[in-house]
């Protein structure tokens, strides 16, 4: 007695093919254009270059702030961003941010800054971008700080890149309300002081981003955290040694969670019930049963195409037979 019948198979085999067609363009997100410019070609200068004891805070006033600044050079263009540049902060606790990038409309790039000791309290961020677009923010060191590490609100199109914040009281990398980002090879550890409040990597009300190749490791809390946040790529990530590994909540729907290393954790991952049409495949827990614990709490989670076209091929083979035997 065959199991399928020759139109059952025709389906599932499609769908496995389209399955094996699509799954390239679902793991990492390509590159945006505005991330594949000469920014990256520019040679530094050595750190600790400048020593700060100011807070920087440029709103919309990028040319007043060239001429004002050694630090910064550049006009703002594609092929020639204003620049922050080799700067040490250390110990700055004025109840500010320390670096505030806000309404900007020009291409800029922070990098190869250090920051550390600084910030009054948990609202503080060490790099703040708020209401901004085309920067990059590439090979700093933030640690030992209160508050957050880099933080984007209202901002889109940043890039965040090859930076390593530790120690800090709260999050590494947070997006509020921002769009359309590319968080790259960070590493965000050993953040925070308690188990509500230590977060490698967090996305709230953000969605269209791409979070990958990070190392979310050793924070108190959670490695990565997205709330009411959907349609985000969080692929190839190494989230290891945290209270819970990653979560999804407040409504963070169809997002693709592939290819993270999850091991070690407390718990490795939670999707609440509200949370729909998430993609969560090749992801890795270690000991834990991951896939089929997740399939009994987390409703609407796709693991694989192939695993649906399994289950829908074996409830029309039920149909045919129910059909075939009302016949008879």
């Known amino acids: ?44 200068k050595l750190s600790n270059y400048w020593i700060i004891t100011n807070e920087i805070h440029i709103d919309n006033n990028w040319s007043a702030s060239e001429a004002y600044y050694d630090f910064i050079s550049g006009s703002g263009t594609f092929n020639d961003p204003f620049i922050i540049e080799n700067i040490t902060i250390k110990n700055l606790k004025n109840g500010n941010n320390v670096i505030t990038i806000e309404n900007s409309l020009d291409y800029f790039i922070i ?16 790099i703040n971008i708020i209401n901004s677009t085309k920067g990059i923010i590439i090979n700093n060191t933030i640690s030992s700080n209160v508050g957050t590490g880099i933080s984007l609100i209202k901002s889109n199109n940043i890039s965040i890149t090859e930076n390593t914040l530790f ?11 921002s769009q359309n980002n590319y968080v790259y090879n960070n590493i965000a550890t050993y953040n925070g002081r308690s188990i509500a409040s230590g977060f ?36 190839l990530n190494t989230v290891n040694y945290n209270y ?44 834990i049963g991951f896939e089929f614990y997740f399939f009994l709490i987390a409703f609407g989670i796709v693991f694989s195409l192939s695993f649906i076209g399994l289950i829908i091929a074996i409830k029309r083979r039920r149909k045919i037979k129910k059909e075939r035997k009302t016949l008879k």
């Not at 910030?119 to 060490?126: D, K, L, R, V």
């Not at 979560?247 to 290393?261: D, G, H, V, W």
């Open 1 to 44: 007695m065959k199991f399928f019948d020759e139109h059952t198979l025709y389906f599932t085999s499609f769908i496995l093919f389209f399955w094996l067609i699509t799954f390239n363009f679902l793991v990492v997100s390509p590159i945006p254009t505005i991330f594949k410019s000469n920014f990256f070609t520019l040679t530094p």
């Open 111 to 126: 990098r190869n800054c250090k920051i550390t000791g600084s910030g009054a309290s948990i609202y503080n961020a060490e």
């Open 167 to 177: 120690n800090n009281s709260y999050i590494g990398i947070g997006l509020n309300e």
């Open 200 to 235: 490698g990597i967090i996305l709230f009300k953000s969605h269209n981003n791409s979070v990958s190749r990070n190392t979310a490791s050793y924070n108190t809390a959670i490695g990565i955290l997205l709330g009411n946040s959907s349609y985000n790529n969080i692929t």
């Open 244 to 287: 819970l590994g990653v979560r999804l909540t407040q409504s963070s729907n169809f997002n693709n969670i592939i290819e993270n290393n999850l091991k070690e954790n407390t718990y490795c991952f939670i999707v609440d019930t509200d949370s729909e049409g998430n993609v969560l495949k090749d992801n890795d827990c270690g000991s």
